[in-house]
């Protein structure tokens, strides 16, 4: 499975973004998908994840409530809907896949994207 994640950018204070991430090579209808990111000079922390039917859901409390995640699966592509966004959010942002159920541990999960810097100006 190959994940490229694309979406991220330059944007303000309060802003938004939607990062999107796309499979290839295998379909990723039975995965778990999860968003993780790096902050500079940090550890790659959990950010959001969901079930390969989008029926479950799991957030970060940093960003409860500001970010959704959904999947199409039919496109094999899992969203992140980022508003409201802070300068605390810059990171570069990945994308992950498991197969197994919701997990916040990125040891978990098997296969990874490369990273979408996102950066939220002040």
């Known amino acids: 499975v190959q994940l490229q994640a694309s979406g991220g950018g330059l944007v303000q204070t309060g802003g938004s973004l939607r990062l999107s991430c796309t499979a290839s090579?295998?379909?990723?209808?039975?995965?778990?998908m999860g968003w993780f990111r790096q902050l500079p000079g940090q550890e790659r922390e959990f950010v959001a994840a969901?079930?390969?039917?989008?029926?479950?859901?799991y957030y970060a409390d940093s960003v409860k409530g500001r970010f959704t995640i959904s999947r199409d699966n039919a496109k094999n592509t899992v969203y992140l809907q980022m508003n409201s966004l802070k300068p605390e959010d810059t990171a570069v942002y990945s994308c992950?896949?498991?197969?197994?159920?919701?997990?916040?541990?990125?040891?978990?999960?098997?296969?990874w994207g490369q990273g979408t810097q996102v950066t939220v100006s002040s």
């Open positions: 090579g295998r379909a990723v209808i039975s995965y778990t």
């Open positions: 992950a896949a498991r197969y197994g159920s919701l997990s916040t541990y990125e040891r978990y999960y098997k296969y």
């Open positions: 969901i079930t390969w039917t989008g029926g479950s859901t």
